[in-house]
T-cell receptor, first 111, second 115 residues
Framework: KNQVEQSPQSLIILEGKNCTLQCNYTVSPFSNLRWYKQDTGRGPVSLTIMTFSENTKSNGRYTATLDADTKQSSLHITASQLSDSASYICVVRYGNNRLAFGKGNQVVVIP | NAGVTQTPKFQVLKTGQSMTLQCAQDMNHEYMSWYRQDPGMGLRLIHYSVGAGITDQGEVPNGYNVSRSTTEDFPLRLLSAAPSQTSVYFC??????????????FGEGSRLTVL
């Protein structure tokens, strides 16, 4: 069973619309959670990090939330742009500096 | 600042051939690692290193070899390529300290096809 589950696996949204990506994890003890953005043909790049004490954090049009009690995180994209088309990967750091990767949410923004 | 540099970007091999994927970073990161990314599988850890002269196996190490003679370089060797090793390979580095938030810095990837 995957330790980090992301949903939806893929979605198509119209330019200008909002969307929310989900990440549920089971690993412990929790250290932090990062959302990475991976453009097609490129390596992943960190968007934001959430630590145990943080509930919400924004990075431009990206807003991440964390509920450490239910072990859930979300990434909300506001007013989507064509450049938001990418895979978004949830990565949880836990235990002795171990990492658990989700399979990613594939987002396609269409004009 | 180049970050993490991987070469080659593309490679085609025949079954049984050997090759080395190169990875270099200029951020003085102690931690370096290799991942493979396959459709529907996400990123899987092959090997990692926490410093020069120290390497360890990850989740999927079979068929791969690594060494870490310097802080900057972490090459990945395929000893006898198999079609199952067709994948996109990513090198990543970070600071080792557990007090750090541990952001991974990835290279651009190396797409390998084994015929």
């Amino acid at each position: 069973k995957n330790q980090v589950e992301q949903s939806p696996q893929s979605l198509i949204i119209l330019e200008g619309k909002n969307c929310t990506l989900q990440c549920n994890y089971t690993v412990s003890p929790f250290s932090n959670l990062r959302w990475y953005k991976q453009d097609t043909g490129r390596g992943p790049v960190s968007l934001t990090i959430m630590t145990f004490s943080e509930n919400t954090k924004s990075n431009g049009r990206y807003t991440a939330t964390l509920d450490a009690d239910t072990k859930q995180s979300s990434l909300h994209i506001t007013a989507s742009q064509l450049s938001d088309s990418a895979s978004y990967i949830c990565v949880v750091r836990y235990g002795n500096n171990r990492l658990a990767f989700g399979k990613g949410n594939q987002v396609v923004v269409i004009p | 600042n180049a970050g993490v540099t991987q070469t080659p970007k593309f490679q085609v091999l025949k079954t049984g051939q050997s090759m080395t994927l190169q990875c270099a970073q200029d951020m003085n990161h102690e931690y370096m690692s290799w991942y493979r990314q396959d459709p529907g599988m996400g990123l899987r850890l092959i090997h990692y290193s926490v410093g020069a002269g120290i390497t360890d196996q990850g989740e999927v190490p079979n068929g791969y070899n690594v060494s870490r003679s310097t802080t900057e370089d972490f090459p990945l060797r395929l000893l006898s390529a198999a079609p199952s090793q067709t994948s996109v390979y990513f090198c990543a580095s970070s600071y080792r300290s557990s007090a750090n938030t541990g952001e991974l810095f990835f290279g651009e990837g190396s797409r390998l096809t084994v015929l």
